[in-house]
């Protein structure tokens, strides 16, 4: 019995607009790499200590490589922050710097070589956005820093009209309570501009977010992930001064990158599809 030739079945992997499918970019071995979330991820509390973990994690892996990025970054800076004209650039060369090191942090993670030279390489792939977040940075610490000036002009105008022969009567005229009024309202106001660009330097280097968008998304990320920023930044406060006293000021060798590093766990588990914590 003979079974008619049917016409062979075809089979098209493009789209109906004749467009070829998306296809997940992958490393060299074929893996997936990290895709950037519509929205970001609420993570628990202790994802902050989780960020921390992890990005020794990174640095116990490649410490040397590590310890002379950082200090290279540290003397830059100095360097830079020492020099009247250069000081200006000074925040725009962090963002940019940050952004190198998430980069290599990408690339360490995701089995590749990591280089000294990657410390520089956002120099080259995305300066300009990452400028515009520390411009925009610094305008807003400027304009956080307003209530303290006041507090301060205010001190100092009630010490110049005051009685200059006795000095604590001039202070006395001064309140202490405004003073302290005046810093408490800087520091809120730097909280929602530091979650603006806390998350934005990996977001423009490895998705190539605008510089305006990525601070708009590290806002969000920041607003939803409020618990595990304050446990970091309570973590840093609390055990970093002692580990700075208990080695004679060397601890820096060890706290400066992981706190680097600290740029990309955290956007890895708040805006990747392949986050390093269980959160």
Not at 118 to 137: C, D, E, M, N, T
Not at 175 to 199: N, R
Not at 252 to 277: E, F, G, K
Request: with cysteine; net charge positive; charged share 10%.
């Amino acid at each position: 019995m003979s079974v008619p030739n049917e016409p062979p079945l075809n089979v098209s992997l493009q789209k109906p607009n004749g467009q070829p499918p998306y296809l997940p970019p992958t490393d060299d071995y074929g893996n997936p790499l990290p895709q950037l979330l519509a929205t970001p991820r609420k993570c628990g509390a202790a994802a902050g200590i989780s960020w921390i973990v992890k990005a020794f994690g990174l640095f116990k892996s490649q410490p040397l490589l590590w310890l002379g990025i950082s200090v290279t970054f540290l003397v830059i800076m100095a360097i830079v922050s020492s020099i009247p004209l250069l000081s200006i650039l000074l925040i725009p060369m962090v963002f940019i710097f940050i952004a190198g090191i998430v980069k290599g942090a990408a690339i360490q993670a995701r089995g590749d070589e990591l280089r000294f030279d990657h410390l520089f390489s956002a120099f080259k792939s995305h300066w300009q956005p990452l400028a515009i977040v520390g411009l925009v940075y610094l305008v807003g610490i400027i304009i956080a820093m307003i209530p303290l000036f006041i507090a301060m002009g205010s001190m100092w105008f009630s010490m110049m009209t005051g009685n200059m022969g006795n000095t604590y009567g001039a202070m006395n005229n001064v309140s202490m309570g405004g003073l302290f009024f005046g810093y408490l309202l800087s520091m809120l106001l730097m909280i929602p501009l530091y979650m603006a660009v806390w998350f934005a330097p990996a977001l423009v280097s490895l998705h190539d977010v605008d510089a305006i968008t990525a601070m708009k998304k590290s806002f969000r990320a920041g607003v939803i992930n409020i618990m595990p920023i304050l446990v970091y930044g309570l973590v840093c406060i609390i055990l970093l001064p002692v580990l700075m006293t208990l080695t004679l000021g060397l601890g820096i060798l060890l706290v400066l990158p992981v706190l680097l590093l600290t740029y990309y766990t955290s956007y890895r588990d708040v805006w990747t599809n392949q986050p390093l914590s269980n959160t």
